[in-house]
């Protein structure tokens, strides 16, 4: 089965700095997907980014990007610019071929202003 | 559109009893995932459904069940309630428009909090 393991329960970041969130993966598949996801105090799970493993280049939405080492299996996420709203549990989750998702813990990032 | 809307938001239920959670997808979404939510478990993945019909389950026992209707709404029961249910419950949906593997991302709802004494 696949695992997803994040090892920093917690992080802090000063605002307007940059913070990387780290995120490991265990598979034996070739094709899959991973994605970042926040959750606010409101609970409310979004979309963070998206990476198709078959892709080279490293997804970029905005402040947010990641670093995917496929050989490696690993999967950061840097945030850049830090802002007070970007205070939230952010979860590293994969998505295997079968269509089901793996989540991590989830590592709690307190931005400091 | 509309996001993924999850009935009710809060539920208090005392052990033994069974609850019934309610979740719409957002328009046009075929695939309902549910997932249960505690501090201690992180997200765990309870089944998923697509046309109606149950495509994947996780690790969960058979208190735990859930129905699709024709229009993708989706619905997760849990009967015989214990203390450890207790747990944030999220329902995701995606566009999924084949029953095999897809590119499609999940979208979440606000989560129903149950609460068992």
């Known amino acids: 089965a696949q695992t997803v393991t994040q090892s920093q329960p917690e992080m802090s970041v000063q605002e307007a700095e940059t913070v990387t969130l780290s995120c490991t993966y265990d598979t034996s598949e070739s094709d899959y997907y991973l994605f970042w996801y926040k959750q606010p105090p409101s609970r409310q799970m979004i979309l963070v980014i998206r990476?198709?493993?078959?892709?080279?280049q490293n997804a970029t939405e905005n402040r947010f990007s990641v670093n995917f080492q496929k050989a490696a299996k690993s999967f950061s996420l840097k945030i850049s610019d830090s802002q007070l709203g970007d205070a939230a549990m952010y979860f590293c989750?994969?998505?295997?071929?079968?269509?089901?998702?793996?989540f991590g813990t989830g590592t709690s990032l307190t931005v400091i202003p | 559109k509309a996001g993924v809307t999850q009935t009710p938001r809060y539920l208090i239920k005392t052990r033994g009893q069974q609850v019934t959670l309610s979740c719409s997808p957002i328009s046009g979404h075929r695939s309902v995932s549910w997932y249960q939510q505690t501090p201690g478990q992180g997200l765990q993945f309870l089944f998923e459904?697509?046309?109606?019909?149950?495509?994947n389950k996780g690790n969960f026992p058979g208190r735990f069940s859930g129905r699709q209707f024709s229009n993708s709404r989706s619905e997760m029961n849990v009967s015989t309630l214990e203390l450890g249910d207790s747990a944030l419950y999220l329902c995701?949906?995606?566009?999924?428009?084949?029953?095999?593997?897809?590119?499609?991302?999940?979208?979440f709802g606000p989560g129903t909090r149950l609460t068992v004494l």
């Open positions: 989750a994969y998505r295997s071929t079968g269509n089901q998702f793996y």
């Open positions: 459904y697509f046309s109606e019909t149950q495509r």
């Open positions: 995701a949906s995606s566009p999924r428009s084949t029953s095999g593997p897809t590119t499609d991302t999940q979208y």
């Open positions: 990476q198709e493993a078959y892709k080279q």
